[in-house]
């Protein structure tokens, strides 16, 4: 039967494993255990013996920062079996599964123990100039190869079967990322009464209510693509030239957009929440590198698609270039205009829902926060009402400057 592990349970439960116990070396006696959980919902472990280190994640009864509210074990599951699905196209870029445990719900990865958690590292002002490349590989290539673009029509839906599975996360992300937010929710909770009319005002706006549902719609019937689901920077662990993305326990077919718009509205959030312009364009550079690498690699994975010999059955390119050229366009016309909403509701929802980022909660004073909080919010709002269209990147960055200056 299931049990939550304890310190010496992992030792136990480790050394029961002969290759992992192999892969850590020595005796389990010598072995170095300790709990690094960090995340809302799992306990996590690390191990290390004198070969290597292994990090060992279990999910619990319930949400590990609430334990009055209960949740099924299955989370680990979904994990497992999204690194399953995409391990083979991004193995430079994310852990592979060592092992899952169906009893415990206890999934085994590689230790990362050189890497830095992104947003630990943007928090102290560490910019790492590659990452955001990495970041923009990793969601083009996981993607695209779980996509119809590259898979036969039986594996992708059969693996549409499967992560519709994973019910409880998904119904999370569609109430706390998508939902609770725009109206009174108990779960809401905000740091300072001044963002109180900033809220009334999304809440009173027939143009980001209306923005809202449809992104809901998006998030639930666009199955593009298997996502990772919850890529925020706590998801990405890095040394700078080496990059994982980890904690993929949220992934479900969506819209390519949600991804990316949760990546580089997470890299916003700490934009407003840094009081230094310097680095401030280094997130703009960021997001930049991001969408550009991103596109570039999807592009570039299609057009190879299109010529291979084992192309997707159910892709049958003409040979006409404008005319593949024009649908590729509007499809990622269609992912750019994904990411700026998904990036959107992203930051509303750690400002006002129910989980928020260190980011700003760590800001000591509270009218600098709530100063910061409240232009973030702001850009959000114009994000999703578009007063003037976003049609491109540029238009993009040139909104978050305004909103920034103001
Ligand atoms: C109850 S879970 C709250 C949040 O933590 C996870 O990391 C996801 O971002 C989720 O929305
Ligand atoms: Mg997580």
């Known amino acids: 039967p299931y049990t939550t592990l304890d310190l010496e349970g992992v ?13 850590l070396g020595g005796t389990p006696e010598a072995w170095q255990v300790r709990e690094v959980s960090d995340g809302n919902l799992n306990m996590v472990f690390l191990a290390h013996g004198p070969h290597g280190g292994v990090c060992l994640k279990q999910a619990l009864p319930h949400v590990r920062v609430d334990p009055s509210w209960k949740m099924p074990l299955d989370r680990t599951f979904f994990e497992a079996a999204y690194l399953r699905a995409i391990f083979p196209h991004v193995p430079d870029l994310t852990t592979e599964c060592l092992h899952f445990d169906p009893h415990q719900f206890i999934l085994i990865v590689p230790a990362l123990s050189e890497h830095t958690v992104l947003r630990t590292a943007l928090m102290a002002g560490t910019f790492y100039p590659s990452v955001a490349a990495h970041v923009g590989e990793f969601v083009a290539r996981s993607t695209f190869a779980t996509s119809l673009l590259a898979e036969p029509f039986e594996t992708v839906m059969n693996r549409r079967i499967c992560f519709a599975r994973n019910q409880t996360l998904t119904r999370i992300t569609v109430d706390l990322v998508l939902t609770d937010p725009y109206h009174d929710h108990p779960r ?9 009319s900033i809220v009334a005002a999304l809440r009173a706006s027939a143009a980001v209510q209306a923005r809202i549902d449809s992104l809901r719609l998006r998030f639930l019937s666009t199955p593009q693509a298997l996502l990772h689901g919850d890529l925020h920077t706590g998801s990405v662990m890095t040394t700078g030239a080496d990059t ?4 993929g326990e949220f992934a479900t077919f969506g819209p390519i957009g949600f991804d990316a718009g949760l990546f580089i509205g997470n890299l916003i959030l700490n934009f407003f929440a840094t009081p230094d312009r310097a680095a401030q364009s280094v997130h703009l550079d960021m997001i930049q590198t991001f969408w550009t690498t991103f596109k570039k690699q999807f592009l570039s994975l299609w057009q190879n698609r299109e010529t291979a010999q084992d192309r997707s059955e159910l892709y049958y ?8 050229n024009f649908e590729k366009s509007l499809f990622m ?6 990411m700026c909403g998904f990036c959107a509701t992203e930051i509303i929802r750690r400002i006002i829902g ?10 000591a004073d509270p009218s600098t926060r709530m100063e910061r909080q409240k232009a973030a919010l702001l850009f959000a709002k114009d994000c999703l009402e ?3 269209p976003l049609k491109s990147l540029a238009d993009f960055l040139e909104l978050l400057q305004q909103n920034m200056s103001a």
Do not use: C, G, M
């Not at 994982?244 to 904690?247: P, Y």
């Not at 390119?317 to 593949?324: E, F, Y």
């Not at 129910?354 to 800001?363: E, G």
């Open 333 to 338: 016309n269609e992912i750019f205009h994904d």
């Open 11 to 23: 030792r136990t439960f480790l050394a029961s494993l002969p290759a992992i116990a192999a892969r």
């Open 188 to 196: 809401n909770h905000w740091a300072d009464p001044h963002l109180t």
């Open 317 to 324: 390119a003409t040979t006409d270039k404008s005319t593949q």
């Open 244 to 247: 994982r993305i980890i904690d």
């Open 386 to 388: 578009q007063k003037k």
């Open 354 to 363: 129910y989980a928020h980022v260190a980011d700003f909660t760590i800001l």
